[in-house]
């Protein structure tokens, strides 16, 4: 996939995920359903969903989400 090269060319401080069995997308996962293509999450230390957000995300706005 392009997602090393998407991560080196945009320097993302944060780990990406591709779902080669697609089960996130058809809604089998913990995730649940989602809405949009990309699609953020956030987890916590314990591997809970903290936040999710739908769409592309600015810079800032992926830089505050790791920041909370």
Avoid at 1 to 26: G, H, M, N, W
Avoid at 46 to 64: A, F, N
Wanted: aromatic fraction near 8%; charge should be negative.
């Amino acid at each position: 996939t392009f997602l090393p090269l998407f991560k080196q060319a945009v320097s993302i401080p944060f780990e990406l995920y591709y779902d080669q069995s697609q089960t996130i997308l058809r809604g089998e996962s913990a995730l649940g359903t989602l809405n949009g293509v990309p699609t953020f999450v956030v987890l916590d230390e314990t591997g809970h969903v903290r936040e999710m957000r739908h769409g592309v995300q600015s810079i800032e706005q992926l830089d505050q989400l790791t920041k909370r």
